[in-house]
């Protein structure tokens, strides 16, 4: 162990993420006491076994346990942050690889039906184009070209937050604090739009697939 708590899942990418992959290294816990299990597989309980052992201040630092603890808790507040906004980035990704699939099914309908189809690609297409802004909140979307301004974005002001604050063991600056809130502000904003857009403009989308007849398996009329 190298006395790091876990970290957090990374953003969605062009591959598809490694299901046994583990989690990064979070922030170094602080010094106490601590219980560390090693298991063979989740579900064999016989097979796991446990120790408390004490991590000890680093004797060459001056900074209290409660300097050290106050730092602590401010990086996991952030990792809970970054966290929730990956959550959001990821439901954004998973409908419109949904509504891509809902173009590509409605292309596959019958001719007679053209009218129909026509003006639901038209509408799921503009919900992709709102999606891809949404992504573009969160972060400069994967494989983009050229240098981007990434400094607005709410993974670069999480991750800026977590620079200032990482950057020593001791208690978080006033400064320091501002960065924290001033990335707060703005995943509760993206937050709020993410939640907004998939209760009105996807539900809408959803409406109009399901009076369009489209679905993963389309029986054919006229049967028993």
């Known amino acids: ?27 170094e816990v602080p010094p106490g006491q601590y219980v560390v299990a090693l ?3 989740e579900e064999d309980e016989a097979a796991r076994q446990q120790a408390t052992v004490t991590v000890l201040p680093d004797p060459r630092s001056n900074i209290s346990q409660a ?6 808790r401010d990086l996991l507040q952030l990792q809970d942050m ?8 990821e439901r954004v990704v ?29 509408q799921a297409q503009e919900v992709i184009t709102a999606l891809d802004e949404l992504e573009a909140v969160f972060r400069v979307p994967p494989n983009t070209k050229g240098n981007v301004y990434d400094d607005d974005k709410v ?10 604050v990482g950057s020593s063991l001791d208690a978080a600056s006033p400064a320091a604090h501002v960065y924290i809130e001033l990335a ?21 989308l959803r409406t109009s697939v399901e009076a369009a007849g489209i679905g993963l398996l389309v029986l054919p009329s006229g049967g028993e």
């Open 184 to 204: 707060q502000t703005h995943l509760d904003l993206a937050l709020q739009q993410v939640n907004s857009f998939i209760s009105n403009e996807l539900a809408a």
């Open 1 to 27: 162990w190298d006395l790091s708590h876990d970290g957090v899942r990374p953003a969605p990418g062009p591959q598809p993420p490694d299901p046994e992959a583990d989690l990064p290294p979070g922030p």
């Open 82 to 89: 970054q966290a929730a906004a990956i959550t959001a980035l």
């Open 155 to 164: 993974l670069n002001r999480i991750g800026l937050a977590q620079y200032y």
């Open 39 to 41: 298991s063979l597989g």
């Open 67 to 72: 300097d050290r603890e106050a730092n602590y």
């Open 94 to 122: 998973q409908a419109r690889d949904d509504v891509n699939t809902i173009i590509s099914l409605s292309n596959k309908r019958p001719d007679s039906d053209a009218a129909v189809q026509q003006e639901l690609r038209e």
